[in-house]
């Protein structure tokens, strides 16, 4: 390998392995900020809100699952209708039960670890190129992974917003 081709790797290998860093660090705010809620508190909808905190929890799950598996024709992580329940434009249609906050806090690091190292061994190697509603066209597994770091961090704004009214 040429020492400029090294130079690249070993820079993207970093620059990755702090968008895992993160990822992770953002997740954890978004349970430390919801910790001790009660079921009632996180399935609950503010006036003015179309979601509630449980569901804003779960759909960064499942958009990670769609932007990086979903892009890559791979197989997702999470079931089928976790997914459909809470990707975009989905909305809460019932409240959730306690058997499914904890599979959500259960799923919640592993979704991380595991597309860090399926990242890590090169099974993202197909990639289709998809524009996002925020108007960001991904052309890449990096860019997937970047700018759903931008997306959970927008949920984490909502968290914190609807923390307040429940």
Do not use: C
Request: aromatic fraction near 12%.
């Amino acid at each position: 390998m040429k020492y400029y081709s090294l130079k690249n790797y070993i820079y993207k290998k970093l620059l990755m392995d702090l968008q895992f860093q993160i990822q992770q660090l953002t997740r954890q705010n978004i349970l430390e900020a919801v910790k001790g809620y009660s079921l009632s508190q996180l399935n609950e909808i503010p006036p003015k809100f179309n979601n509630n905190l449980a569901w804003n929890i779960a759909h960064v799950m499942a958009t990670q699952q769609l932007l990086l598996y979903g892009l890559s024709d791979l197989p997702m992580q999470l079931e089928p209708d976790f997914i459909a329940k809470y990707r975009k434009g989905s909305r809460p249609e019932k409240d959730i039960d306690q058997l499914e906050w904890d599979y959500i806090i259960d799923m919640y690091p592993k979704t991380i670890l595991q597309a860090k190292e399926d990242y890590r061994n090169g099974i993202f190697s197909q990639f289709k190129s998809y524009t996002t509603s925020y108007g960001m066209t991904l052309t890449s597994i990096e860019e997937s992974i970047t700018f759903n770091n931008v997306h959970e961090g927008l949920h984490f704004g909502s968290v914190l917003a609807i923390r307040k009214l429940v």
